[in-house]
Each structure stands twice: as C-alpha cells, then as structure tokens.
C-alpha cells in the first residue's frame, strides 16, 4: 500500500500563494505519476496538476495553467503544488493522488490523500 498525506493548506487573500505538499510512504515503488485534484462545495472533484516522478512533462487544468507549478523532490518522495495568484474559485479540498500514470482521469488513480482545505477570499 502507499499513504499520502497532504499538508500545507490553508486560508489566503485572492492574489496570494499558498503551496500544498502530499508526502508518500509505504510501497512507492508501485507508484509513478502523482496527482492534485480539487473539489469545490456543491461540485465534482476535479484534474489540477499531475506529473511523473521521473519529471518530464506536466499536466495542467486550463484554469490553473500559468498560475499553479507542480514538482516533486524524489529524495523525499513528495509532491509540491504551489500555487500563486489565487482566486476566490480555487476555494476547494485538494487532494493528491498516486498511480502509473500522470493523467487527467481519477479513476486511473490507485491511491488518494485524505485531502487539505484552501480558502481564498476575495
């Protein structure tokens, strides 16, 4: 099994940074590619962010694209979203999420953080 735990939420003013950590341990070696997600009140959970722990190339939500940057430090086997320029709409539980493959698809995704609270107000 691998455990992610997500830190690094929290409440910000529209315009400013936050940035999200999800901390992997366990079987990391059946893992390749980590996830964000978000889920807004009232909402479907959604695609943020993913990459693949090799590096390469980054996938990105167009709503995000140009504002969050998503990377990872394989010494410590975590994944980082930083976010910047925040707007009251990215107001969500986010999420971090491992599997094989960096891809918008949730259900491709074998194992899910227990989730961090953002809140941005305008």
């Known amino acids: 099994q691998v455990q992610l735990v997500e830190s690094g939420g929290g409440s910000v003013q529209a315009g400013g940074s936050l940035r999200l950590s999800c901390a992997a341990s366990?079987?990391?070696?059946?893992?390749?590619?980590m996830g964000w997600f978000r889920q807004a009140p009232g909402k479907e959970r959604e695609f943020v962010a993913a990459?693949?722990?090799?590096?390469?190339?980054?996938l990105y939500a167009d709503s995000v694209k140009g504002r969050f940057t998503i990377s990872r430090d394989n010494a410590k086997d975590t994944v980082f979203l930083q976010m910047n320029s925040l707007k009251p709409e990215d107001t969500a539980v986010y999420y971090c999420?491992?599997?094989?493959?960096?891809?918008?698809?949730?259900?491709?995704?074998?194992?899910w953080g227990q989730g961090t609270q953002v809140t941005v107000s305008s």
């Open positions: 990459m693949y722990w090799s590096g390469g190339s980054t």
């Open positions: 999420a491992a599997g094989r493959i960096a891809t918008m698809t949730q259900r491709l995704y074998d194992y």
């Open positions: 366990g079987s990391t070696f059946k893992i390749d590619a």
